[in-house]
């Protein structure tokens, strides 16, 4: 059933509590097609395919490098980071705001975490000549993110012919998970070490919307950390100069 501007509580909270957290809690990830419906998905799809055209999207920078090894051969992304309130992104602030009071309902159901926060969201397009992302874990080192959300805006996609599968390797599992990026589904999925993921290659433009939300306690201690470590840099810079 697609979700409309006026989507109660009621209905929200019968998603989570029936789908949503008994998936999390016992695979781990979990997903929801037909989330905006085709007239309010084909407006997001309009904005992120405008800014694509625009120049807006910029390619995916890595956490580090390793030498002799090229960025795309790791990840071949394009990105733009939004709040949603930009000109030219309305439909995309309507998306957030939904998956905003989704997980709100989720939030306090999902062990003790407080989850309170998130990411801007992040604009993304594999642009179909075999771009993907290699196995990889969103938050492997305690940065805060705690759920990681994806709205695919892939119309008509056929994962023989164009690729782009996400694949999810749940730890402890004798299974993967693969999920075809299809139109107007959203992912959920826990973003530390219990889901190893990867985006297979694309073959046809591939286009995607994610944001992160953070565990509030962890979050803060990674604000800790960076600031120490840039305290510490700058204190050893002044000391050698």
Known sequence: MPFIENVSY?????????????ALLSHG??????????????????????????????????????PGVSRKSIRGDQIAWVSGSERGCEAISFLLNLIDRLISVC????????????SKAMVACYPGNGA????????????GRRLTCIYYLNKNWNPKEHGGV?????????????IKPLFDRLLIFWSDRRNPHEVQPSYSTRYAITVWYFDSEERAQAKKRFRDLTASTEQQGSSSS
Request: glycine share 10%; with cysteine; hydrophobic share 40%.
């Open 10 to 22: 009621t209905d929200l909270e019968r998603l989570a509590l029936e789908r949503l957290i008994p």
């Open 107 to 118: 939030a306090s159901r999902l062990g003790d975490k407080a989850i309170r926060e998130r």
């Open 29 to 66: 990830f979990c997903y929801v097609d037909g989330l905006l419906g085709d007239l309010a998905g084909s407006a997001v799809l309009d904005q992120v395919v405008e800014m694509h055209r625009s120049g807006q999207l910029q390619d995916g920078r890595l956490a580090g490098s390793i």
């Open 132 to 143: 993907g992302y290699v196995k990889h874990v969103d938050n492997p080192n305690h940065d």
């Open 166 to 178: 996400l694949r999810i390797f749940p730890e402890g599992k004798l299974y993967v998970a693969d």
